[in-house]
């Protein structure tokens, strides 16, 4: 599972990391956190035009959708799509085929179960460096406006040690590409068989992680705010570590 991501960079910093232009900043909002649920537009690489960054939302509705009802239905059931099923569910088969994107980050949030506590985790890279997530992505046209709607969904893969610690209720993680793979991923000439093998655990030791507080669970706070992702010390025995 991954529901949130800090997607705190502006325009240059996605320009320069990945050689690129950003025709569409003025759409674009920086945040510490987005959360799927929320339908957030987020910057994205697509296949297809991956001199570009495109801007998606979050929530994949795949191109065989037929109503407005339908679509509202199934972009809740589809923030993220399994490695494992990822070529022969109905609902990303294509996409992996043919729309592949990268999904740049600074970080993520997952929730590590101790007892009856949730205690919220930041995740980053350990070059604190722009990393990118594997994604897939759709376009869909809302037939009763002709508009045509962009969406991404992105993938998830078991758990590495790090993450099988911090996410111990699901054990898993984004599947996150290196930056030797990040090109390949959205160039439409990798073959699916070489695409799904990039679909993997990174190794923990690119990962840093720290508690942070409960602010990033309070529903009605403003988590637009370095405060989301600063380290914070729980006072529980129960903390795995």
């Not at 997530?133 to 962009?150: D, H, K, Q």
């Amino acid at each position: 599972m991954c529901f949130s991501v800090n997607v705190n960079l502006v325009k240059e910093e996605i320009e320069e990391r990945y050689g690129v232009n950003f025709p569409d900043k003025y759409r674009y909002e920086p945040s510490y956190y987005y959360h799927a649920s929320g339908l957030p537009e987020i910057p994205v690489l697509c296949s297809g035009d991956p001199g570009i960054v495109s801007i998606l939302k979050w929530g994949l509705i795949p191109s065989w959708v037929k109503t407005e009802a339908e679509a509202d239905e199934i972009r809740y059931k589809t923030f993220n799509a399994r490695a494992e099923t990822i070529d022969t569910k109905p609902s990303f088969s294509s996409s992996f085929i043919s729309r592949r994107c990268i999904i740049p980050v600074k970080g993520f949030f997952e929730w590590q179960h101790v007892g009856r506590e949730k205690i919220p985790w930041y995740i980053y890279s350990s070059e604190n460096e722009i990393f990118a997530i594997a994604g897939i992505w759709s376009e869909w046209v809302r037939s009763s406006t002709g508009e045509v709607l962009r969406t991404f969904s992105i993938i998830t893969t078991d758990a590495n040690d790090l993450m099988a610690e911090i996410h111990n209720s699901k054990k898993r993680m984004p599947a996150i590409l290196s930056k030797s793979e990040e090109k390949r991923w959205i160039d439409l000439s990798l073959t699916s068989s070489d695409a799904f093998q990039m679909l993997k655990p990174c190794p923990s030791d690119q990962l840093k992680a720290h508690t942070i507080s409960p602010l990033v669970s309070n529903k009605s706070a403003n988590k637009n705010t370095p405060e989301v992702i600063k380290p914070y010390n729980y006072q529980s025995d129960n903390l795995l570590f």
